[in-house]
């Protein structure tokens, strides 16, 4: 992108030298690139500002992705737990309906133990539902933060096109090229503050063509 900011200045530094050396041109031209070397200025300043803030929103998504990773992995530990004690307790009920000669302290040792296991496995099936959300929220973390990932490359995208039509039409002095950049930065722009703002907006065709 600095090699065509570049050539965007060259073009204008060239243009005000013909102006002087030759007869006098029309203002047109110059104040065209004057438009077009403001306009390069702008777009870039604007598309640095999103890659800075893309960079921070992709280390963002690598703590979240990280976090969800660790929250699924204990949530399946807390499920491994549960499925022990849950055959504990099976097991421990069994033995309490085919042993029917048990001793009095023998049937209330067993009777504990049931009551121990059946809040363990209370507490285990809460606290692995409350992992599971938890885990889920990193997971929703991390696909909010991609959604705006994406909006910033699209941002960037979409601007160099517009710096690249800027520089051309330095050189060809098209107007029309100006317009049709301008076209891409404003879209470019609209999806960086987008994506600065944590806005909705999201063209999937896009998503999928930068992808």
């Not at 209370?122 to 409350?130: I, L, M, P, S």
């Not at 002095?173 to 999201?202: P, T």
Request: hydrophobic share 45%; aromatic share 8%; with cysteine.
């Amino acid at each position: 992108m600095s090699e065509l900011a570049d050539t965007v200045n060259e073009a204008v530094e060239r243009s005000r030298g013909e102006e002087g050396d030759g007869p006098a041109r029309p203002r047109t031209r110059w104040n065209l690139n004057a438009v077009v070397a403001i306009s390069v200025a702008i777009t870039a300043t604007f598309t640095a500002l999103c890659n800075v803030k893309k960079g921070n929103v992709v280390q963002a998504m690598a703590r979240a992705q990280a976090r969800g990773v660790d929250a699924w992995g204990y949530y399946q530990a807390k499920g491994t737990k549960l499925n022990i004690a849950e055959s504990a307790l099976d097991g421990l009920r069994i033995q309490r309906e085919t042993m029917p000669g048990l001793s009095v302290d023998g049937r209330a040792l067993i009777d504990r133990k049931i009551g121990e296991y059946t809040e363990k496995v209370q507490r285990y099936d809460v606290e692995k539902g409350e992992i599971k959300r938890t885990a889920e929220g990193f997971q929703q973390d991390y696909e909010r933060l991609d959604a705006r990932h994406d909006q910033f490359d699209m941002a960037e995208a979409l601007t160099s096109i517009a710096v690249a039509l800027f520089g051309i039409t330095a050189l060809t002095q098209k107007k029309r090229l100006l317009y049709l950049a301008w076209a891409f930065a404003a879209i470019g722009v609209v999806l960086g503050l987008a994506g600065f703002l944590g806005l909705g907006l999201h063209p999937d065709f896009l998503a999928r063509a930068l992808g």
